[in-house]
């Protein structure tokens, strides 16, 4: 008699796979944002290590999965996105969309100007596009600086050094396109500095 426990853990491996190569990140880009090793990784997706639940939950958050699609649990009929939010850098980031790879959809929550950490130009691959949908937004690229208000949208080369912030004393609140790489370097967890 076939084991369903066994079927379903079986199949995690490829979907682990699936997942890593549809958002092109390396196993260790991944073992980094998990916390988990790289070797680990490796023998979870060749189905060599049964997962545990302390291993699927960090690569379910780093996937931007529900830990259902990791273990292909069979559809509940419920098609509603459950927003996580996420907070970087003083930012408040809710995601939503939830498949992997491909163009993501965030809600961006600013703080006022003044209260975010320092403005520092970044760069990185990918694309990005933004629309307010709240406040004022203090939009740097190179060397130009705009103010943007509700209803206006900017689409840029996330090669040229950038930062969006708020740029007043109230929070901006925008719509946001990344691409795989964008919401790469927006979400990596901070690394710690040197000492």
């Not at 426990?5 to 997942?19: C, Q, S, Y």
């Not at 098609?79 to 939830?98: A, E, F, K, N, Q």
Request: aromatic letters at 6%; a positive charge; glycine letters at 10%.
């Amino acid at each position: 008699m076939d084991n369903p426990a066994e079927d379903v853990l079986a199949g995690v491996g490829p979907r682990l796979r699936a997942l890593r190569k549809a958002r092109s990140t390396t196993l260790a880009a991944l073992a980094d944002e998990t916390g988990l090793t790289a070797s680990t990784l490796s023998r979870l997706e060749n189905g060599k290590l049964r997962p545990t639940l302390e291993q699927l939950l960090p690569l379910a958050r780093a996937h931007g999965v529900p830990l259902d699609d990791l273990v292909a649990a069979p559809p509940t009929g419920d098609p509603r996105i459950h927003l996580r939010p996420v907070r970087r850098s003083g930012l408040v980031m809710v995601p939503l969309t939830r498949r992997a790879g491909g163009i993501q959809a965030y809600k961006v929550i600013y703080p006022p100007a003044g209260r975010a950490p320092t403005m520092k130009l970044r760069t990185h691959e990918g694309y990005e596009w933004f629309y307010v949908l709240n406040g004022h937004v203090r939009f740097v690229l190179g060397e130009q600086e705009f103010r943007l208000g509700v209803g206006e949208a900017a689409e840029f080369d996330t090669h040229v050094p950038h930062w969006i912030g708020s740029a007043d004393g109230r929070p901006a609140e925008v719509l946001t396109l990344f691409s795989a790489q964008g919401e790469r370097a927006h979400l990596a967890p901070a690394r710690p500095s040197p000492r």
